[in-house]
């Protein structure tokens, strides 16, 4: 059969990503800030697109319906003025007029709430403002010292030399937010180009500074200065901080061992070592912590169903300005012109209608969640049941990987606090017999109350443990309870006892 080409028509089916698509995908996992953050990026980059106005609270009318009450009164005594003549009006009519017509006071509610005087009023009174001054009333706040700044200030006052003052610059530049120095010495003294015996010279003099312990290297070597600080640095002490790995263990008896002392000597100086301050810069203003905000709130209703509803504060608004969007289309004169536009209004229009499927989404997600884990709220950690990405996913009708995205970086808040959304999928545990399975979080949370209520003469090891949560319905390996446990930074039971028994030692 010879070979020859040949034309065909063939049907198929395919999903072309489009930039747009793509932008669409990313917005699902994107947090609230981070979409405002590419909102903001949008409305820079946009002409067509702007903010949609907000309506103003009950406040600020009111403030505006005084405002324009006191204008009205200003433009009446002006009138009165010029119809009856300033020489003869300037005693009495002026100050009749002012004298009744006072400046309104705005009120939150008609419900007898304070009220609130008008800032800044026609009459430019002395009443309250929050820009009093040429700063404003920001001038009068004081913002937090920083660590660095305050480590700087006592290099300015310690160290008088050039050479060695920029290189307790450098070191102070190096050591985080805890206190500890994040570069190594050598990396210091290469960069600067100075022998690494003249940069820990240096490195003694800040570690003299407040907070004691700064600048440290480990947390031996930050409470080692602490407790030289306090005269405390005895041989003894010196054997127990070169040892710290004992301490987390509990293992007071080969302690006392290596340090040469009784039990009394030993509670007495592992108490001291628990009086330090393992992060002495954590006192001092560093990077904002970030606040969590939550995305969707969940609150019971009358009936006993559950109310979920979006932040409003997390959906960005935007709008497409239509009229201007017609007016810049007439006068478009070039190719170029029309097709910028033309692809503004596109990329607008597209964001929007992202905008609202994110908020749809989100919504739908949260909804069969709150439906599958109705005990959690109802009743708390106990009464979590395992779920998985699937069964929401197949429950509203979308795929996996879109459950997966909607879930990440977003938080709900309910009577029991705030909690993220993936929190809520949890790996199943077996039942015993034929009960139902018992989701993972809701293991952990056992295995934390039967710790808390161990009695310090009946420690639970992790078979112990096991053997109670199968006489509650659980079928668990030890394994996993080890697991667990140390997913929740809970002891071993060996350490757990030496711990209680050191504690029991110190209270007599």
């Not at 209520?453 to 030890?478: H, M, N, T, W, Y």
Request: aromatic share 6%; proline share 4%; glycine share 8%.
């Amino acid at each position: 059969m010879a070979m020859m080409p040949r034309m065909e028509l063939r049907q198929g089916q395919s999903l072309v990503m489009t930039p747009q698509l793509l932008q669409a995908i990313k917005l699902l996992q994107l947090s609230h800030l981070e979409l405002q953050n590419f909102v903001e990026g949008e409305l820079e980059r946009n002409p067509l697109l702007e903010r949609e106005d907000v309506s103003e609270g009950p406040l600020q009318a009111a403030a505006d319906s005084a405002h324009a009450a006191d204008q009205e009164s200003y433009d009446r005594a002006e009138s009165l003025n010029s119809q009856e003549g300033m020489e003869t009006r300037l005693g009495t009519g002026l100050d009749n007029v002012f004298q009744s017509e006072q400046p309104t006071v705005a009120r939150l509610d008609s419900s007898g709430a304070d009220s609130l005087p008008i800032i800044g009023g026609a009459y430019g009174g002395s009443g309250g403002s929050f820009e009093e001054g040429p700063d404003g009333f920001e001038s009068g706040l004081t913002a937090d010292v920083s660590l660095h700044d305050h480590l700087s200030a006592q290099l300015d006052l310690a160290v008088h030399d050039p050479a060695e003052r920029l290189i307790g610059r450098h070191l102070i530049d190096a050591v985080d937010d805890s206190g500890y120095l994040g570069e190594p010495l050598p990396e210091i003294a290469e960069r600067l180009g100075v022998p690494v015996e003249r940069v820990e010279g240096v490195l003694r003099i800040v570690q003299s500074f407040d907070p004691s312990g700064v600048a440290a290297r480990d947390v031996a070597e930050c409470l080692s200065i602490q407790l030289r600080d306090r005269d405390r640095f005895d041989p003894a002490m010196q054997t127990l901080v070169a040892n710290l790995h004992l301490v987390a263990k509990r293992d007071f008896a080969a302690l006392k061992r290596l340090c040469g002392v009784d039990d009394e000597d030993i509670a007495d100086m592992v108490a001291e070592i628990r009086r330090l301050d393992p992060k002495p810069g954590r006192g001092f203003g560093g990077s904002a912590a970030e606040t969590v905000v939550p995305d969707v709130f969940i609150r019971a209703a009358p009936d006993g169903s559950w109310l979920v509803d979006l932040n409003p504060d997390t959906l960005p608004r935007v709008l497409v300005n239509q009229t201007y969007h017609a007016r810049v289309s007439k006068a478009a004169r070039s190719d170029e012109e029309k097709a910028f536009i033309a692809e503004c209004l596109q990329t607008a229009n597209w964001l929007t209608r992202s905008l609202e499927q994110r908020a749809r989404t989100i919504l739908k997600v949260a909804s069969e969640i709150v439906r599958q884990q109705d005990g959690f709220f109802a009743h708390g950690v106990e009464h979590l049941r395992p779920l998985n990405l699937k069964t929401v996913a197949d429950a509203i009708g979308m795929h996996e990987s879109t459950v997966s995205r909607v879930t990440s970086n977003k938080y709900l808040i309910c009577s029991r606090g705030v909690f993220e959304m993936k929190y809520f999928f949890s790996a199943a545990i077996a039942a015993t017999g034929y009960g139902e399975a018992h989701s993972a979080e809701a293991v952990r949370f056992r295995i934390r109350q039967m710790i808390d209520d161990e009695a310090p003469a009946d420690v639970l090891s992790d078979d112990a443990i096991v053997a109670r949560l199968k006489e509650g319905g659980i079928d668990i390996a030890r394994r996993t309870v080890a697991k667990y446990r140390e997913s929740l930074r809970i002891p071993s039971s060996m350490e757990r006892r030496r711990e209680k028994v050191a504690m029991a030692m110190g209270s007599r």
